[in-house]
């Protein structure tokens, strides 16, 4: 049912696609695989890998995608516990999830055999392609990240802060225990009502591109998230609270490599704390970060205000599609595997992954 709502989406897309699992091995489980759509894989240009936030899947990306594969390769995949994607176990460790969620996104990129991307993640995509960046600096040419989940530290009494009432309060901590979306399985096959319902702006968006979008989107959601909550049980154990991780990115910022280009779009009606791209401002290098605030958009800024979301996507991606200078370290490496390959008079080649 997933496959077929899926197919129904990405039929609004106008430009040719692929559609393929990339077997990664045992990240997680015992034979991990990650749901895959390429597009305009044969351009020269960058490639670009997408993201998505939690509880979505790669086919909420549709608005995107063709102004997106216009000018290069674009790859958008169900992330490791979401979609159409394998739903392993998990860690119920925090660092250790956000490592095998890395480790997932390292694996795919191996399989699929690029060499440099930008990569672009929204919400807890964006928290996922960050960690990623700190630990694979070379893979990353350009980090986007649209009103990313997880960087600030969770504010104390927040709850007088935003002047939340009592009833919330305890409602909030009475279903912290469970997964954010736990209703929606609870509810059974009333679940997509209940997504209908409770988010009907999300489907009133799609109609521009999908004539019932009112009936297949809520069908889309509910179908990624009816299953096992393999992805959702991983985000709850990073989260302090929905809107906090346990472990914010701000205090690891300096793990960034201070020449890799990061631009941070934000809605700027997003419930999403903003100072993000304030923080990475002041702890970065000025000219390799970029803050853009999308007036009119919301959290889901790429869907909020999609030819705006396309235009700075694009201008951050053909900002730095050169390749990047080479560092001392990176001559010097050079040098020495020429003088490796000058002293070994064998024919044997070599392979980089």
């Known amino acids: ?21 990339v077997d990664i091995g045992s990240v997680v489980g015992q034979s991990d695989k990650i749901w895959t759509i390429s597009l305009n894989d044969e351009s020269n240009k960058t490639p670009l890998v997408l993201l998505h936030g939690m509880g979505a899947g790669l086919a909420l990306w549709c608005p995107n995608l063709d102004a997106f594969a216009a000018t290069r390769p674009v ?29 997932s996104v390292e694996e795919w ?5 690029l060499s440099e991307f930008i990569l672009l993640g929204h919400s807890l995509g964006g928290y996922i392609a960050t960690a990623y960046a700190m630990k694979y600096p070379d893979r990353v040419r350009h980090l986007i990240l649209a009103d990313p989940w997880g960087f600030v530290e969770k504010p104390q009494n927040v709850y007088e802060k935003y002047n939340v009432p009592l009833w919330v309060k305890a409602v909030a901590v009475a279903v912290q225990p469970l997964n954010p979306l736990w209703a929606v399985r609870a509810a059974g096959p009333a679940g997509k009502w209940l997504v209908g319902k409770t988010r009907p702006d999300i489907s009133r968006k799609y109609l521009k591109y999908i004539p019932d979008a009112e009936t297949i989107i809520p069908e889309y959601i509910y179908q990624c998230n009816s299953q096992t909550p393999s992805g959702e049980s991983a985000f709850h154990t990073l989260m302090q609270s929905f809107g906090w991780a346990k472990n914010p990115m701000v205090h ?14 934000y809605g700027a009606r997003s419930w999403v704390d903003n100072t993000t791209g304030q923080v990475l401002t002041e702890q ?7 803050v853009q ?61």
């Open 284 to 290: 970065r290098r000025s000219d390799k970060t970029y």
């Open 75 to 103: 790859y958008a995949i169900d992330l490791l516990g979401f979609g159409r994607s394998s739903r392993p176990k998990f860690a119920s460790d925090a660092t250790k999830v956000e490592a095998q969620w890395v480790e």
């Open 109 to 113: 990129r191996r399989e699929v055999n």
């Open 252 to 265: 690891r910022l300096d793990k960034l490599d201070p020449n890799l280009p990061v631009t941070v779009l």
């Open 293 to 353: 605030v999308i007036n009119g958009a919301g959290h889901h800024v790429y869907l909020d205000k999609p030819e705006l979301f396309n235009k700075y996507v694009l201008e951050a991606c053909s900002r730095f599609d050169e390749p990047r200078l080479k560092t001392m370290s990176d001559d010097k490496a050079a040098e020495a595997e020429e003088t490796a390959a000058t002293d070994d008079p064998s024919p044997t080649s070599r392979a980089t992954s």
């Open 1 to 21: 049912m997933l496959r077929n709502v899926e197919k129904q989406i990405l039929s609004c897309i106008k430009t040719a696609y692929k559609r393929f699992y």
